[in-house]
Each structure stands twice: as structure tokens, then as C-alpha cells.
């Protein structure tokens, strides 16, 4: 079976992380993946929520917005509906917890850092992308704190990325576009450390329930992916890839 975009099954999109994307956030990132695209920024505040004041630790919390053009068609934004959608928090408390599972925030001390992840144009996959382009700008935030003196040492003890993988008509496939996602009968979110350990997994069988043995296909063509996206991150960081996790606690 051919792909929409003629690329092979087990092939990312075009991957493209672009660096230091704007001017005010200390990290901040554009990421591309094909026609997906997302801003995504990482912002040091120098204090904690109250209810974690005075325990010596740090907070990472992320959040997500897609802008009402994103998409085929206008989505209006949260702040018109006064609220937040279901996608919207599931996909942002997503969001924060894969990049606290490589956060050391004992040695992050007592500051937050949000990370706020913004979909400019919507092709699928986009919860994963922001996963990807948010560690970039997570690690330009952090090393900029190092840089001050603030903290010292960058405390992450892994790389981590994500990707969608999924099924259909039969074959699994490698980060789904659109046009492929809302076609294929399972998908899978799958977010990963560099040492291949699982941070979580969102695998929706609606359509054709899967059975364990495509669930581990799915499994390693997902970490397959996830290896080419960290050598992209690394390739985006230059030096600075050097010193992720070597002082880490090895956990991950
Ligand atoms: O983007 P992601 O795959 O993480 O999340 P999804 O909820 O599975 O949505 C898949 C895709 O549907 C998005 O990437 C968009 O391209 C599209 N979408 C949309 O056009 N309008 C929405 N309100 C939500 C999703």
C-alpha cells in the first residue's frame, strides 16, 4: 500500500526544529513536522505554586492551543467558549507529564517552568510534535538558568520524544498525517526516553480492536521513530545535547 504523501510505512514526515523561533521566551521553538507545526515555548518563573512552597523542588507544567486557522476549518478559540475543551486539557496535562518524566525537580530547585505548545497549522499529530519541539526549548530555558548560575547543572535525565504510529488496512504505519489519521482504524501516541523506556501510551482501537502482537509492531515502530526524532533534537542542540543525562540519576 502506497501513502497519501508517497513516503514508505516506517517513514517520518520531514522533520524541521528551529531554534531560538522568538524573542521573549527563555526557550522557544518552531517544529515541523510535514505540514504540522507548532510554536513551542519554555518560560522560567523563580517560584512554585503555594501548595509546593518550601519542599525544594520544581514544577513543569504545560499547556496547548491551537490557533482558529490551524485547522480546515476555523476552530474558535478556547477563550470565545470560556472554557477548555476535553482535547485541550487531556493533551496539555499530557504535555506536562512527559517532560516532568525527564526532569529532575529536586535539582531543578523551586521554579516553574510552563511550557505552552501552540499548533500554528494542524496535519495530524500534533499532541506528539509538541511533545518533541517542547524538549528542545525546555533544554534552551534550562541552560539558560545554568548560564545564570540558578542551577548547576541541567537537570534532565533523558532525552525525550513522541510519535503517532498506527493501522491501517492492515499495515502500521509511522507518524499518521491527517488525511491518514482520521482514516486508519487504530492509533497510538507513543512518548519515549532515549534509552527506549516507555513515559506513556494513548492506543485507541475504536474502529478494529488490535490484539498484543500489533501492539508491540506498533511498539517498535514508534521507538524507531522516536530514535530518529531524538538524533534530530540532538542535531538542533549541537553541544548542548552533550550534557543531557550524563549526571542524571540513570532512571531513565
Ligand atoms: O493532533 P493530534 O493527532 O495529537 O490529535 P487528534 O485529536 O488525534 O487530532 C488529529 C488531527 O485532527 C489534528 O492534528 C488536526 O489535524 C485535526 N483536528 C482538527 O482539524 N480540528 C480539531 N478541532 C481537532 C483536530
Redesign the pocket.
Same mark, same amino acid.
Request: charged content about 25%; glycine content about 12%.
Given at each position: 500500500m502506497g501513502r497519501i504523501d508517497g513516503r514508505a510505512l516506517n517513514q517520518l514526515r520531514p522533520v524541521k526544529i528551529t531554534r531560538n523561533y522568538l524573542k521573549h521566551a527563555e526557550g522557544s521553538v518552531l517544529i515541523e513536522m510535514g505540514d504540522?507545526k507548532v510554536i513551542c515555548t519554555a518560560s522560567v518563573e523563580e517560584k512554585v505554586p503555594p501548595f509546593m512552597k518550601g519542599q525544594g523542588r520544581g514544577w513543569v507544567t504545560g499547556e496547548y492551543g491551537?490557533l482558529p486557522r490551524s485547522?480546515?476549518v476555523r476552530?474558535p478559540r478556547d477563550s470565545t467558549r470560556g472554557k477548555i475543551d476535553g %482535547?485541550t486539557m487531556e493533551?496539555q496535562r499530557l504535555i506536562g507529564r512527559a517532560l516532568r518524566s525527564v526532569v529532575n525537580l529536586e535539582a531543578l530547585g523551586e521554579i516553574t517552568i510552563f511550557i505552552d505548545c501552540d499548533v500554528i497549522q494542524?496535519?495530524?499529530? #500534533? %499532541? #506528539?510534535a509538541s511533545i518533541t519541539g517542547a524538549f528542545v526549548a525546555l533544554v534552551d530555558a534550562l541552560n539558560k538558568l545554568k548560564a545564570q548560575g540558578k542551577i548547576s547543572r541541567i537537570p534532565l535525565d533523558s532525552f525525550v520524544a513522541a510519535v *503517532?504510529v498506527g493501522i491501517k488496512e492492515s499495515n502500521i504505519l509511522l507518524d499518521l498525517n491527517?488525511a491518514e489519521? *482520521?482514516t486508519c482504524q487504530v492509533d497510538m501516541?507513543i512518548i519515549m526516553t532515549e534509552k527506549g523506556h516507555l513515559v506513556e501510551i494513548q492506543g485507541t482501537g475504536e474502529e478494529k480492536p488490535f490484539t498484543k502482537e500489533e501492539m508491540d509492531q506498533m511498539l517498535r515502530l514508534g521507538e524507531q521513530g522516536i530514535k530518529e526524532l531524538i538524533r534530530i533534537q540532538k542535531e538542533s542542540l549541537g553541544e548542548l545535547s552533550g550534557i543531557i543525562g550524563d549526571e542524571g540519576n540513570g532512571s531513565n
Amino acid at each position: 500500500m502506497g501513502r497519501i504523501d508517497g513516503r514508505a510505512l516506517n517513514q517520518l514526515r520531514p522533520v524541521k526544529i528551529t531554534r531560538n523561533y522568538l524573542k521573549h521566551a527563555e526557550g522557544s521553538v518552531l517544529i515541523e513536522m510535514g505540514d504540522t507545526k507548532v510554536i513551542c515555548t519554555a518560560s522560567v518563573e523563580e517560584k512554585v505554586p503555594p501548595f509546593m512552597k518550601g519542599q525544594g523542588r520544581g514544577w513543569v507544567t504545560g499547556e496547548y492551543g491551537m490557533l482558529p486557522r490551524s485547522t480546515e476549518v476555523r476552530k474558535p478559540r478556547d477563550s470565545t467558549r470560556g472554557k477548555i475543551d476535553g %482535547r485541550t486539557m487531556e493533551i496539555q496535562r499530557l504535555i506536562g507529564r512527559a517532560l516532568r518524566s525527564v526532569v529532575n525537580l529536586e535539582a531543578l530547585g523551586e521554579i516553574t517552568i510552563f511550557i505552552d505548545c501552540d499548533v500554528i497549522q494542524a496535519d495530524g499529530g #500534533t %499532541r #506528539t510534535a509538541s511533545i518533541t519541539g517542547a524538549f528542545v526549548a525546555l533544554v534552551d530555558a534550562l541552560n539558560k538558568l545554568k548560564a545564570q548560575g540558578k542551577i548547576s547543572r541541567i537537570p534532565l535525565d533523558s532525552f525525550v520524544a513522541a510519535v *503517532s504510529v498506527g493501522i491501517k488496512e492492515s499495515n502500521i504505519l509511522l507518524d499518521l498525517n491527517y488525511a491518514e489519521d *482520521s482514516t486508519c482504524q487504530v492509533d497510538m501516541n507513543i512518548i519515549m526516553t532515549e534509552k527506549g523506556h516507555l513515559v506513556e501510551i494513548q492506543g485507541t482501537g475504536e474502529e478494529k480492536p488490535f490484539t498484543k502482537e500489533e501492539m508491540d509492531q506498533m511498539l517498535r515502530l514508534g521507538e524507531q521513530g522516536i530514535k530518529e526524532l531524538i538524533r534530530i533534537q540532538k542535531e538542533s542542540l549541537g553541544e548542548l545535547s552533550g550534557i543531557i543525562g550524563d549526571e542524571g540519576n540513570g532512571s531513565n
